[in-house]
């Protein structure tokens, strides 16, 4: 080669090489938007029970999603922003993209895409499936009428022999909301690597271990609490573990999350983390008559703020661990960790 054209070619690499190594040393640009956490689910997630409902979700036109400033998705401390979109008494299917409006709102996927837009969403959590062919409340309400007339069998004789039938029937509806609250962060430009996901079962809200009973706000039997604490719940946190493993998210086992502090399970309902049965005129304030009926015991049954607050340190130990799956128990200092030795049985 000419001693030209080697010259050019020497300078032509020189400036090739300069250009790689700027772009190279070049910082990617800084995200500014603020991180959030959201809560996709239904009542365990939006907060009911916990109180203090933001206006709108407190049976304002046929809104009773009940979300609550003290949700554990507030006090997780995962980000900088936490955002519910969670609603009492969803389903899976409202939880998936679709045309199913409950309590007045839409798709809760669907709303993610815009959240998710608006912040940089570093967790995304849900909770869901009770409400589905389980009938979680429905269930406890059975238990509770056999109890108050004798004449009926105990729920876990009419229920239990169908329970894992139930169970299992709810599973794929699960996995289509995940799979549909995966594509709502694809929609949004995020890989499913770059966020933590989370699938969380529930806790147990009675225990046959109670302290006070019927007149104290607990009228079920202590069999049929024994079957709902040992049986029917890890069940269902079983069946939600596997949902989580088919879809590659990771799971939080809360199925004993309330263990010692279930409702009744001390002498005074302020230091348990389940609110026992709770009968609130309130309603009929913002709901009117629509309040007549289940609305009046709406937050029956679902996790107090304390409860809350303890199930979102949980959930922040869970994320923060890297794990793939954890169990909320309560440790010797009285508080609720998360242990990722044990796993849902």
């Not at 005129?281 to 304390?306: I, K, M, N, Y």
């Not at 340190?313 to 794990?323: H, I």
Request: proline fraction near 5%; charge should be neutral; include cysteine.
């Amino acid at each position: 080669m000419p001693a030209p054209r080697r010259v050019l070619a020497a300078l032509l690499a020189a400036v090739a090489a300069l250009v790689g190594l700027v772009g190279a040393a070049a910082p990617a640009a800084a995200d500014p938007r603020p991180t959030a956490v959201v809560a996709l689910g239904d009542s365990a997630a939006a907060g009911d029970g916990a109180g203090d409902y933001v206006a709108g979700t407190r049976g304002e036109g046929g809104n009773w999603c009940h979300r609550s400033p003290h949700a554990y998705v507030h006090a997780s401390g995962l980000a900088a922003e936490s955002v519910n979109l969670a609603c009492s008494g969803a389903e899976a299917a409202d939880v998936a993209f679709g045309s199913t409006t409950h309590y007045t709102e839409g798709s809760q996927a669907e709303r993610l895409v815009e959240v998710a837009t608006r912040y940089r969403v570093t967790v995304v959590t849900l909770q869901v499936g009770a409400n589905d062919d389980p009938e979680l409340i429905a269930t406890l309400i059975a238990c509770i009428r056999t109890f108050v007339n004798p004449a009926e069998p105990p729920c876990r004789e009419t229920i239990g022999p169908s329970w894992s039938a139930r169970v299992a029937a709810m599973a794929p509806k699960v996995e289509a909301a995940v799979r549909d609250v995966r594509a709502a962060m694809r929609r949004a430009g995020y890989s499913d690597s770059a966020y933590a996901f989370v699938l969380a079962s529930y806790a147990s809200p009675v225990t046959e271990h109670m302290v006070a009973g019927v007149a104290r706000g607990c009228p079920y039997s202590r069999a049929d609490a024994a079957w709902g604490r040992t049986v029917a719940l890890p069940q269902l946190s079983a069946a939600l573990r596997g949902v989580a493993e088919r879809t590659g998210v990771r799971f939080l086992d809360l199925s004993r999350a309330s263990e010692g502090y279930e409702a009744c399970a001390r002498v005074t309902a302020s230091q348990e983390w389940q609110r026992r049965l709770t009968v609130d005129p309130e309603p009929l304030v913002r709901g009117g008559l629509d309040a007549l009926g289940w609305h009046l015991a709406q937050e029956s049954f679902h996790p107090t703020a304390r409860g809350h607050a303890e199930m979102g340190r949980c959930l922040g130990e869970f994320v923060r661990s890297a794990a793939d799956s954890a169990a909320c128990l309560a440790g010797r200092d009285g508080r609720l960790h998360a242990d990722v030795r044990v796993t849902a049985a």
